[in-house]
Every structure is written in C-alpha cells, then in structure tokens.
C-alpha cells in the first residue's frame, strides 16, 4: 500500500509538471546588439528541445531558431583530442602568417621557456613486452591498415564554426572555454541546454530592452531582457584578465590587439572566480559615462545570494592606477560610473562578480562613451492625460526637459536622445487626480502648506535634515491615506511618514511598507528589494486640523530626493498581476494561471476579472474574485482551431464603474526563498496543434457550498465519451482541505464528489481540478496489450466553492472600490 501511495503521487507530480510550463530561458548571450545588424545569440535554459519560433516585443526586430547545441563541458574524450589537435595545427599556422620579426620573438621566448617535462614511467610500465612471432606481427600490422577509425565529429556549436577563420586570439578563447577545469564550473540543470538564435535588428529599430520568448515543443518561455543600443558591440574573448597574455601558453611576445574605439558597448560573461578586461584610449577632457547591465538583464536567480549578479566596475590606467570604482547605482545593484579623463592615454575597465562568482547566466552588457545619463528628474510623474515636461539632470545631457507620456494610469519610462544615442530610461507615474507642486519653506507646522483633500503633491526633499509639511483639515470620524512614491520611482528618498494632530500628537507613522505574502512580495512594480516608500492610513479621532510629515529616515537629502505624495480620503482600490505572462494553449484547451490580487486602501470585496476583446473562442472560467481573497486560481480556454500568430490577451478587473488593467507577471525566486511578481510587458499565448485533449465541460457558476467534514456533489455536463469512467481527478488549486473523493460517469457527463477535510477553514475561492485516465491498453478485440496507464488529460475549468461552517454561510462584503491612485 505505501508503495502505491508512492507511486501515486510521483505520477500526481509528473502531471503537474506536464501541464506546467517548463520551457525557460537562463540568460542570453549576448544580451544586446546595434541597430542594423544581425547577431547571433545562445538562448541557455531548460526544456529548449524542439524550439521552433522566437517571439520579440516591438516592431524592426525578427529573429529565428538557427540549431540545438549541447553545452561546452559535454566533449567525449575522443572530441577534446580532436579539437586540441585542430587547435594545435591551427595555432602554428596562424604563427607562420605573422611578420618575420614578430615570429622570430615569439620561436626566441618559446626556446628560452622551460620545457614541460612528460610524467615519470610507473615500474610497471618500464617493464619490456613478451616477444612476437613473426606472424602475429604481420597480423598486428595488417590489422592496424584495415581498422581505420572513422573521423571525429566536433560538436554543434557556435565556438567551433570556421576554426580556420579565427586568429591566435581567438583560439586562444576557444581552449580557454572548452578546456576550463570542470572543478571550477557549478553544474546548473537549468542552464544545462541551449540554442543558437539569429536576431535581425532593423537600422530605424527603437533602442531599448525589448522581451523575448521562445516557443518549443513543451512550451513558451517566460520573457527575458534582449536590449537594441545604437553603439557598435565589443565582445569578450578569454583570457582576459591583468595576466591574460602570459596566460597563453607558449606566446609570452603576442602582440595585444588594438585598443577598443569608444563609444561601444561591451559584451561578456563571468566564470567563477573570473575577472575581465577591456582597453581602451581616451583624451584629455572626455566625460565617460560607464553604465552597466547585469541584475536589469536577469534581475533574479533562485540560486544564489543575493540573488542575482552583483557586478562591480574599476577604471586603471595603462600603468595599473586605480582612478574609479563603482559596485552600484544609488540603491540600484547595476553600477554607473562618470569619470572625467585628466590625461591622454590607455586605460582599462575591469569587471568582475563582487564576490568572484560566476556562472554562464552571469551576463553583462557595459556601454561606455561620452553618453548621455539622467541621474534625476523632477517632478516624478503627472495627471492622466495632462500635457507636462519634467525637468532633467545628469551627464551629457544636451536639453533639460522632456515630455512625459501620460495616456495611460501608471509607471511609465521616459529617456532622451543625444547624438543619435539614448539615454538611460527613467521611471515616473501617471495618476488621477489633483496634483500641486511642493512650496518652500514648509519645515514645520508654523510653515505648513495647505492642501485641500484628495491632493497629490510632487516635492524633494531639498537638503540633509529638511522635513515637508502639510497641513489639511478633517472632520471626526474621517478615514485618511497618505502614500509616498519615491523608491519605486528610482529616487533614493528613503521615506518616514507621520500623521499629527494640532498639538504634534503622533496619530499614524511608517517608514517602509512592505506587503508580503508568507515569502512573496506584492507590489507595483517586482523589482523593489528595498521596500523605502511610505503608506499610512488613520481613522481621526477628532475634528479640526492635522498635519501630514515626510521626512528622510537618514536625513539625507538634495535635488535628487523627489517624491510624489498622495493624501486623501481613504479610498479603497486595487491592482492585479496574472502569472505567467506566456501560455501555451493547445487548441481547444484548457489551463491554469493564478491572479494576484493587490488590494489598497483597505478594499476587501468582490472583484470581477474578464477578458477584453479576446479573439474568438478565448473563455474565462472562475473570473470573480471573492471578497477578502487575495489569490485564486483561473483558467483560460483556448480556441477550437489553432491560430498561427501569438496572440496578446488583455484581461481588466472590475468593481462598479471601477476598472484596472491586469498586468502580466512572473513569479520569480530570489535567493532560494523569496519571490517577487516582475511584470511583463504582455501576456503572450500560442495556440498549436493538438492530438488529444480534455473535451470542453460546463462546470457550475454557482458557488458549490461545502461544510467542514462534509461532501457536494457537482454535476460536470460534458460530451459523451466512453473514457470517463476511467477518470480520475484531483484538486490542482483550491482551498486546503478540499479533496476528489470520487468520480462516477453518466449519460451527459460525470458527477465529482468533493470532500472537505473536519479542519477546513471557512473559504471561498475557486477549486481546478487535474484530469487523469487510468486504464489498461487494449486491442479491437478485447485482448490486453500492455500495462495499466496514467495519462494526463488536462485540467476541468475553474468554478467557484466555499467551505461555510454550518451555521454561517460566507457572504461577500458590500464594499466598493473607488477611484483613487495608480
């Protein structure tokens, strides 16, 4: 029996992760390239066999799956002496085509270098071997003629295409990733397969990051950062290190190549314990600006601490002197580094992991020029749909203003051009409601700004130690919300917020909020480790005046320190993230995705989820959020036919005449335990071909009504099918506590019958169900033709259930949500 149960739920987790999505991209390498060009890109990850298409987001970018490739490290030993043979032959041919006098220097340092003594022979090998016969001689011989040895085969993989095109350098790569010592590499089943992608960038290609995707045979990978820049690209070649020319064996004298011509970006991947260089030359005066993507490439890893590659930066000139360093941006993980160039010279940009970790999916992209950077921007944000242009500083900025984007609620991204090159993107918000500018001096509540209720107010905190205040008046009773958006919108104001009455009676205070659900966190934007923005809310107690307080927790501040702050009636409201962002939908299909609900202001009700002018055939089951619920499962089913376009699906949530867009996201982990919701750009679903399927049910749209320790039968009418008293059912998401008790076929479709556990908590959600048949082949004639099996056939729509105590049903609050923030 526990053999069975054993058996039992292996086969219950593998049909979970069949209908998962499993297909996922690791890192892309490069991460990037120019407008105008075609670059080759190895996508690595998991479950990539069989990919077949390449989805990118925005327009003048295509791409295309070029080949499968196996990882460097899976050379058999008869494939690392043939490429060590080939890259001999190679090495000594590419020594013959140099100059006399560069060859003379490199044959001299080679004769003066030690030579490599072999091993010393065990006793047992010196030992002299039988003698042959003549004719088992001849025998040897003849055999040796006859047994030819078929060539060997290299592997499939872009390191080792046109071996005869590259330079001593680049062979000099070759065997530094091909032959790296297996001990210095941390095996990763996630990064463990790979395909080779060729990415078409049309010249008039908007820069930025764009999303990428691809579609294999088990799935659509989530999105992963692929950024179009306007500089030529520069990639690594290993080793290339403060010793990498020393590093190459038996060519102390090799001639360094030419210095990089700036602007450009460089490419490169760190390797554990790896540290890369660059050479450039610059002039006296030059104003660089070295920006670094690394964590904004992959911004999680769920192995490893802190959680993603924390890259640092360091500028030396020729002569090895240290003259920059940066491990940061502000709060921001990815470095940014200005220096102005004091003398004409070379110089050398070194990168490295912080701690000397590394991996493939440790990728980065590094531009470096006299380019533009905004390092602040005020104010953060404007009224929907208001015309405004926001004022801007930084480095090699030729304008400060640019427009702001306000057609649609919510953060949005800005970023300017400067000859030809784009800046930095930077974040602001876009919301309803009355907005006013912050009036100096109001430090203190004898100074206090009034403001009349609901107010957003876009300020800085000018100077270490200012304190802003201002000043509203209330009514008993009033419930108040005061809300900071500073962090989330790349200000480095670490908010402390206060509520005080007339007589400085602390009423309400917070310095970082923070909403986590176990070890998820919730919020806006996914990307936020440091939770510094504020949000209080207070019932006052009396009637007359009360005073709202922003301050620095650290007393910092200056021009940089802007913020935009809400105040206003406590207005209930909501926001909604939908994992995942890629579905894979075989026609006429059914699949789970989870909703996220994120609610504010002390909204508890009931919220209504559809889909907003869906293709045809597209369905939403389980689309009412119950009151208080703040996850739930949902299904979407696909079209009977299959489509040959990716489709974008737009979902919106509704509460009266209340109505927020549904943001696609990702559940990402970091470092082994936390996760984070990171939004997407689009929700993105494929609808192939499929052999077999779940026939499409009508399940109940009703609440099925369950008490603890008690059972309810639900009716599923479905087509009539001959296997459905070989189903089996289990719950895939619900309330805990709820099981499939049993399952019985009838004329028009079958009967479930749910179970609630005597412990079950009063609940309302939505309960979908995994179908599995259970049956033992046979053939036309009756005759057993192999053993029993378990196939997976998808999952039954989402329909809503409570689990009610017996004498209290659960009711849905008579709240309603109001229009109020973004």
């Known amino acids: 029996m526990t053999k069975m149960k054993t058996i039992l739920l292996v086969l219950m987790a593998l049909v979970s992760v069949a209908w998962a999505n499993k297909s996922q991209i690791g890192y892309l390498y490069p991460a990037g390239g120019q407008q105008g060009t075609v670059v080759q890109v190895t996508a690595g990850g998991q479950f990539l066999r069989g990919a077949n298409r390449v989805i990118i987001s925005g327009e003048g970018v295509t791409a295309k799956v070029v080949?499968?490739?196996?990882?460097?490290?899976?050379?058999?030993?008869?494939?690392?002496?043939?490429?060590?043979?080939?890259?001999?032959?190679?090495?000594?041919?590419?020594?013959?085509?140099?100059?006399?006098?560069?060859?003379?220097?490199?044959?001299?340092?080679?004769?003066?270098?030690?030579?490599?003594?072999?091993?010393?022979?065990?006793?047992?090998?010196?030992?002299?071997?039988?003698?042959?016969?003549?004719?088992?001689?001849?025998?040897?011989?003849?055999?040796?003629?006859t047994e030819e040895k078929p060539p060997v085969k290299l592997p499939n993989h872009p390191l080792l295409e046109d071996l005869e095109e590259k330079s001593l350098r680049e062979l000099a790569h070759i065997a530094d990733q091909m032959f790296m010592p297996r001990s210095k590499l941390q095996q990763n089943r996630?990064?463990?397969?790979?395909?080779?992608?060729?990415?078409?960038?049309?010249?008039?290609?908007?820069?930025?990051?764009?999303?990428?995707?691809?579609?294999?045979?088990?799935?659509?990978?989530?999105?992963?950062?692929?950024?179009?820049?306007?500089?030529?690209?520069?990639?690594?070649?290993?080793?290339?290190?403060?010793?990498?020319?020393?590093?190459?064996?038996?060519?102390?004298?090799?001639?360094?190549?030419?210095?990089?011509?700036l602007p450009a970006v460089l490419n490169g991947q760190i390797r554990p314990g790896d540290v890369d260089r660059f050479r450039f030359y610059a002039k006296k005066g030059q104003k660089l600006v070295i920006q670094t993507h690394a964590r904004s490439l992959i911004p999680y890893l769920a192995d490893a601490v802190p959680g993603w590659f924390q890259a640092t930066v360091t500028l030396y000139t020729a002569s090895g002197t240290e003259v920059a360093f940066a491990d940061d941006f502000r709060f921001d993980p990815d470095p940014v580094m200005y220096y102005e160039i004091t003398r004409d010279g070379g110089y050398e940009l070194e990168i490295r992991d912080s701690i000397y970790r590394g991996r493939e999916d440790f990728v980065y992209r590094v531009a470096v020029g006299e380019l533009p950077f905004i390092t602040q921007m005020f104010p953060l944000g404007a009224r929907e749909n208001a015309k405004v242009s926001a004022t801007i500083d930084g480095w090699n900025l030729d304008t400060q203003q640019i427009p702001l984007t306000t057609d649609t609620i919510g953060i949005r991204k800005a970023a300017c051009m400067v000859g030809?090159?784009?800046?930095?993107?930077?974040?602001?918000?876009?919301?309803?409601?009355?907005?006013?500018?912050?009036?100096?001096?109001?430090?203190?509540?004898?100074?206090?700004?009034?403001?009349?209720?609901?107010?957003?107010?876009?300020?800085?905190?000018?100077?270490?130690?200012?304190?802003?205040?201002?000043?509203?008046?209330?009514?008993?009773?009033?419930?108040?919300?005061?809300?900071?958006?500073?962090?989330?919108?790349?200000?480095?104001?670490?908010?402390?917020?206060?509520?005080?009455?007339?007589?400085?009676?602390?009423?309400?205070?917070n310095d970082d909020y923070v909403v986590k659900d176990v070890h998820l966190h919730k919020d806006i934007v996914g990307l936020t480790t440091h939770h510094a923005d504020s949000f209080v809310t207070a019932k006052l107690p009396k009637a007359g005046t009360y005073y709202v307080q922003l301050a620095d927790t650290q007393r910092h501040g200056g021009d940089a320190f802007a913020y935009r702050l809400h105040i206003g009636p406590k207005q209930p409201d909501f926001a909604l993230r939908m994992t995942p962002s890629s579905l894979m939908m075989p026609a006429g299909s059914v699949v789970p995705v989870t909703m996220h609900v994120l609610r504010k202001n002390g909204y508890d009700g009931p919220i209504n989820v559809s889909l907003k002018n869906a293709p045809a055939g597209f369905k939403l089951n389980g689309g009412t959020i119950p009151a208080g619920c703040d996850r739930i499962g949902m299904t979407l089913q696909s079209p009977p036919k299959p489509l040959g376009k990716p489709v974008e699906l737009k979902l919106l949530?509704?509460?009266?005449?209340?109505?927020?867009?549904?943001?696609?996201?990702?559940?990402?982990?970091?470092?082994?335990?936390?996760?984070?919701?990171?939004?997407?750009?689009?929700?993105?679903?494929?609808?192939?071909?499929?052999?077999?399927r779940m026939p499409a049910v009508q399940v109940p749209t009703k609440p099925v009504k369950i008490t603890p320790g008690g059972s309810a039968k639900v009716n599923i009418k479905a087509p009539k099918r001959g296997f459905y008293k070989e189903l089996q059912?289990?719950?895939?998401?619900?309330?805990?506590?709820?099981?499939?008790?049993?399952?019985?076929?009838?004329?028009?479709?079958?009967?479930?019958?749910?179970?609630?556990?005597k412990e079950a908590a009063a609940s309302a959600t939505n309960v979908i169900l995994e179908t599995i048949r259970e049956y033992i082949p046979k053939d036309k004639n009756g005759k057993v033709t192999g053993k029993k099996r378990r196939d997976p056939m998808g999952v039954i729509s989402a329909f809503p259930v409570e689990i009610v105590a017996a004498d209290s049903p659960v009711k849905a609050t008579a709240q309603t949500a109001g229009r109020g923030k973004s």
């Open 653 to 692: 949530g509704t509460v009266d005449t209340v109505t927020r867009p549904v943001i696609a996201a990702d559940d990402r982990m970091q470092a082994f335990l936390y996760r984070h919701l990171v939004p997407s750009e689009k929700l993105i679903a494929i609808v192939p071909k499929t052999r077999w």
């Open 190 to 261: 996630q990064l463990a397969e790979a395909v080779l992608l060729e990415i078409t960038i049309d010249a008039d290609a908007e820069p930025g990051f764009r999303e990428l995707r691809i579609q294999t045979r088990d799935g659509l990978t989530s999105p992963l950062v692929f950024h179009v820049s306007t500089l030529p690209e520069r990639y690594e070649l290993e080793p290339n290190d403060t010793s990498a020319y020393e590093k190459i064996r038996d060519l102390p004298n090799l001639p360094r190549p030419k210095p990089i011509q």
């Open 67 to 145: 080949k499968q490739m196996r990882g460097t490290t899976n050379l058999s030993g008869d494939q690392r002496r043939e490429l060590q043979r080939q890259l001999k032959e190679l090495r000594e041919k590419r020594i013959a085509e140099l100059p006399a006098p560069i060859r003379a220097e490199i044959m001299g340092a080679n004769k003066r270098s030690p030579k490599r003594k072999p091993p010393a022979r065990k006793a047992a090998d010196k030992k002299t071997p039988a003698s042959k016969t003549d004719a088992a001689k001849d025998k040897d011989a003849k055999d040796t003629k």
């Open 729 to 757: 059912l289990q719950v895939q998401q619900g309330p805990k506590g709820l099981a499939v008790e049993g399952v019985k076929a009838i004329p028009d479709g079958f009967v479930i019958t749910l179970k609630a556990d």
């Open 420 to 509: 030809g090159h784009a800046s930095n993107a930077v974040p602001f918000a876009v919301s309803e409601g009355a907005e006013c500018l912050e009036k100096e001096s109001n430090n203190d509540t004898k100074t206090a700004q009034a403001v009349t209720l609901p107010m957003i107010v876009n300020g800085r905190i000018d100077t270490a130690g200012d304190m802003d205040v201002f000043r509203f008046t209330a009514k008993a009773g009033d419930e108040i919300c005061a809300e900071v958006f500073a962090r989330r919108l790349n200000s480095p104001l670490d908010a402390l917020l206060r509520i005080t009455d007339a007589s400085g009676k602390v009423v309400a205070w």
